[in-house]
């Protein structure tokens, strides 16, 4: 796929300073999950500059991912929101002297993914039932609310 992210590093190492910014199509990230949909753009901006022996990216992204509920299986939406994150390349590792950082962009987002998630904000209807039926069977336990913690 075709990739804005695709810089030529002489241009920083010759003290040049860039930011960024776009607004990426879902299908950028490539993400090949059966149930997890990514359909929100990719929000992503930040900063390229470089050292004398570094190009220096730092990076901001978010999206929305759908993925199903863990508890119900109802389709649920996530935000993915990166910190400012900084990846410094030597320039000594690099290849040529065009750097694409899409796989760096795609980690990145795909590393936020959750393993667990909730529909309702994270209070599953389905998951409530469970607890009051667990209170109902429980004996003595008045003020004992076993997921009031959660
Ligand atoms: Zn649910």
Known sequence: MKTPLKIHTEHFRDGNREEFQYVLPADFLDFREEVISFHS???LQGEVYATDEHLILQLEAHTEIEMPCSVCNEKTFVTLKTEEI???IPFDEMEATIFDFTDIVREEIV?????FIECNQGKCPTRTD????????AVNTQNHFPFADL
């Open 130 to 137: 469970i607890a009051k039926f667990m209170k109902s069977k």
């Open 86 to 88: 900084y990846h410094t």
């Open 111 to 115: 590393i936020l993914i959750p393993q």
């Open 41 to 43: 753009p990719i929000h």
